[in-house]
């Protein structure tokens, strides 16, 4: 039982996987800039990004494909930058999922066994357990080809995850599937991930992906790690304009701080003045962006009520007026388009929990939107 | 009016192309099995140009030279060339790159007759100073590998092109070093490039005279050359026996070969198509 604390104690010191300071240059271009990361063992950690942003190739250097031009990667304490890709504790699922289309399923599976030199009945044991994993046992003896897209995903995460790696990579694990299979399987992946307790790190530009699976999420643009949090985190206190534009859906507005208090902050814009229930890290006078996400907005025909207002105690604050120009329904939300009086377009999300409920507004209509100064952030870069 | 002009001047103009490409064949076929010597008249079925055929020692020899040329122009072609294409695909820098492509492909535009004197002087003059190689098999195998490779490069390295290059990084990432990739993964997966690059050179070499001309020395004769040489000669029908018989063995090769792969690419549609059916039917 010491030992295990003083393990754990030692894990903790010392994260699983660490990046430090990494820096890849192609010519003069720099893919990635300056990255630092850790990871912790049993950790689903997720790179998201746009095409372009770095992303892969961090990805490419964990697996050994590509040379950093400076920095360190620890694994467990070891760097192994010096190691080629087939010395590392390391498996990766490709997009593409690269099976060997000559080689039967139960072959490809076994493949990075008989490389590791593994005597064959432990082989046939370790096969056949991986196949059962991902329930494809039926098919061992089926080429790729034969094998739906889905099924071909799950061989490829069988083959990665048989030679029991310390870390596994997963490069846009669901990319190749198409939208109504792709939901199904994220649940499924991590359930299997999580089953076997590898830690993971995996890159995507699906951001919905990348919450769903992901226990951290690291959001990359132009070769640079912006903000790394868990999926909530990240989703309701971005910390710059880049990545509360780039999860989800955002309003923003453009304003200057005008009063700066430690508990609030009130921040005029064209179309209404903002008040922020928390302090912020700005000076009086300081441009910021305030963001709001649609579905934190609220929008009706009347006039909003002192009583709706005084719960939030913000009397004259976080109020606009527009109309509506364009609105979408959806279901079990519709979307709304509001145009303000400054010409900004605001989006509202309204859930429609009553059947006949309030989705009487429509094209043209004056309405009134709202929201609460708790549910504001303030951007300042 | 217009449409049926349309339709039967286009099969007129396409029985005229086959005539053309055909006629001469189909006329050599019919006067080997000729009873007589005559050239322009077919006085009668025989099979006497066939038997004639065995005795020949001179074409016997030529078609076995000719086969062991080919054969091993063949080999040699197929594995340098499918070196030559992975090096080219592979490696997208190296120094000296632009070149090296520009020097493997070079045999495909170069006439014959450059190749085969540039070949006859490189040769001559490495055996006056060496004493070796004597002028005969070893040489036209050596320019006939020149052209071969060329060729068979190209077919590999389009194959090359194609092949996932992930494949090899799975195969690298699950412990394979760069042989044990080569080896299991790449090859198998351009095999079929290959051969088809050992039969082009093959036949290539097989068909060849101009090159064996300049590289052939005293009593070494491949195939073609006698069959040239009884050519200028006045005709005999013998010849017309042999190339109907050489014909025929290419013929059906390449028809086997043609209905194999068609097969196997029907066959894998088919199974993809399953596949996809069974996954939907679950779903």
Known sequence: ?381 | MYRFVQHYFGLAWMALVFLFLYLPLLFMVVFSFNSSRQDAVFTGFSLRWYEALGRDTKIVEGFWLSLQIALATGVLSAVLGTFAAFVLVRYQRFTGRTVFSGMVNAPLVMPEVVIGLSLLLLMVGIQNVFGWPERGLLTIILGHTLLGMAYAMVVVQSRLLEVDRSIEEAAMDLGARPAQVFFLVTLPNIAQAIVAGFLLSFTLSFDDVVISEFLSGPGVNTLPQVIFGYARRGINPTIYAAATLLISVITIAVIAYSVQVARQGRRRAQEAQQAQQTFSDLL
């Open chain 1, 1 to 381: 039982m010491v030992q295990t604390e003083a393990l754990a104690r030692a894990a903790q010191a010392a994260p699983f996987l660490q990046i430090q300071h990494i820096v890849k240059k192609f010519d003069d271009v720099f893919a990635v800039d300056d990255v630092s990361l850790d990871i912790a063992q049993g950790e689903i950690f997720a790179l998201l990004g746009s095409s372009g942003c770095g992303k892969s190739t961090l990805l490419r250097m964990l697996a050994g494909f590509e040379l950093p031009t400076s920095g360190q990667i620890l694994l467990a304490g070891q760097d192994i930058v010096g190691l080629a890709p087939y010395e590392r504790p390391i498996n990766m699922m490709f997009q593409s999922y690269a099976l060997f289309p000559h080689l039967t399923v139960w072959e490809n599976v076994a493949f990075g066994l008989k490389r590791d030199g593994m005597p064959k009945d432990q082989i046939e044991e370790r096969v056949t357990q991986m196949l059962d994993l991902v329930q494809l046992k039926q098919y061992a003896k089926r080429k790729p080809h034969q094998l739906s897209g889905g099924q071909q995903q799950r061989v490829a995460l069988a083959r990665s995850l048989a030679k029991r790696p310390k870390l596994l990579l997963l490069d846009e694990p669901l990319g190749a599937l198409d939208a109504k299979l792709r939901q199904r399987t994220q649940l499924e992946l991590v359930d299997i991930i999580e089953r076997v307790g590898v830690t993971c790190v995996m890159v995507t530009h699906d951001q919905e992906e990348a919450m769903t699976m992901a226990t951290r999420i690291g959001v990359m643009s132009e070769g640079k790690i912006l903000q790394i949090g868990k999926p909530a985190e990240i989703y309701e206190t971005p910390n710059c304009l880049f990545v509360a534009d780039f999860i989800g859906t955002v309003n923003i507005f453009k304003g200057a701080v005008e009063v700066d208090e430690a508990d609030h902050v009130i921040i005029g814009s064209a179309d209404c003045k903002h008040y922020v229930s928390h302090g912020i890290t700005g000076t009086q006078g300081m441009d910021v962006h305030v963001a709001v996400r649609p579905e934190k907005m609220s929008i009706q025909s009347g006039p909003v009520s002192d009583a709706q207002r005084e719960r939030a105690a913000e009397v004259g604050f976080n109020l606009a007026r527009g109309v509506i120009t364009e609105l979408a329904y959806l279901g079990s939300l519709t979307t709304y388009h509001v145009k303000l009086a400054s010409g900004l377009v605001v989006k509202v999300t309204h859930t429609n929990d009553a059947r006949h409920g309030s989705s009487s507004l429509t094209w043209g209509d004056a309405v009134y939107v709202w929201w609460s100064g708790s549910d504001l952030v303030v951007l300042t870069r």
